[in-house]
């Protein structure tokens, strides 16, 4: 029975608080969204939080958790989230802040882009090729030219990885993937 002698069936009262609502708040500055593939990727943010949070940031690339981090944050701070394996494509950044009890208050999400650092697919524009270049070879590593006048000479000879003096006109940069073929063609059913 409570105080005024009336007696209640209510045993417990649960009050859910949506911290947003209540002045709870994440800023963040996503300095740079696009990075090349053949570089490490360093996304650097900046953050301002209020109350204190511990500010979890999450990397994803076609659904799977590719990288994560956890800062406290007391007011603001620049964080840096460091990713070593590169996937061309899409990326998702997901940057939760949490407040102390791990009660979710604010969640912002970023869209970052991973493009091919590679300029062409040899043999695509022989003939242009100049001491420098990237170019991603049939066998799907990476290589640079060395000496001009050769990476645009016979294809027999000099194609990256595969000719007989390759080496000679091409450094192996990295290893890749060779690329799959890809057939527009079906057999009809029961066929092939």
Same mark, same amino acid.
């Given at each position: 029975?409570?105080?005024?002698?009336?007696?209640? $069936?209510?045993?417990?009262?649960?009050?859910?608080?949506?911290?947003? $609502?209540?002045?709870?708040?994440?800023?963040?500055?996503?300095?740079?969204?696009?990075?090349?593939?053949?570089?490490?990727?360093?996304?650097?943010?900046?953050?301002?939080?209020?109350?204190?949070?511990?500010?979890?940031?999450?990397?994803?690339?076609?659904? $799977?958790?590719?990288?994560?981090?956890?800062?406290?944050?007391?007011?603001?701070?620049?964080?840096?989230?460091?990713?070593?394996?590169?996937?061309?494509?899409?990326?998702?950044?997901?940057?939760?802040?949490?407040?102390?009890?791990?009660?979710? $208050?604010?969640?912002?999400?970023?869209?970052?882009?991973?493009?091919?650092?590679?300029?062409?697919?040899?043999?695509?524009?022989?003939?242009?090729?100049?001491?420098?270049?990237?170019?991603?070879?049939?066998?799907?590593?990476?290589?640079?030219?060395?000496?001009?006048?050769?990476?645009?000479?016979?294809?027999?000879?000099?194609?990256?990885?595969?000719?007989?003096?390759?080496?000679?006109?091409?450094?192996?940069?990295?290893?890749?993937?060779?690329?799959?073929?890809?057939?527009?063609?079906?057999?009809?059913?029961?066929?092939?």
């Amino acid at each position: 029975m409570n105080p005024s002698g009336v007696s209640s $069936a209510i045993n417990r009262i649960e009050i859910e608080i949506d911290l947003a $609502a209540v002045g709870a708040s994440l800023e963040i500055d996503l300095q740079q969204s696009v990075f090349s593939s053949g570089e490490p990727m360093q996304l650097v943010f900046d953050t301002t939080a209020n109350p204190a949070m511990a500010i979890i940031a999450e990397l994803f690339y076609q659904g $799977a958790r590719i990288g994560y981090q956890e800062y406290p944050v007391l007011n603001s701070a620049q964080v840096q989230f460091d990713v070593e394996d590169l996937y061309v494509g899409t990326c998702q950044l997901i940057v939760r802040g949490e407040t102390t009890g791990h009660q979710h $208050a604010v969640q912002k999400s970023f869209t970052v882009s991973v493009v091919d650092s590679v300029g062409f697919i040899y043999p695509d524009n022989i003939g242009s090729y100049t001491e420098g270049d990237l170019i991603r070879g049939q066998d799907g590593n990476t290589y640079q030219c060395l000496i001009t006048c050769w990476c645009n000479g016979s294809i027999t000879y000099y194609a990256p990885g595969l000719g007989l003096a390759w080496s000679s006109a091409w450094e192996l940069v990295s290893e890749g993937t060779a690329p799959v073929a890809k057939s527009d063609f079906s057999y009809p059913d029961g066929q092939g």
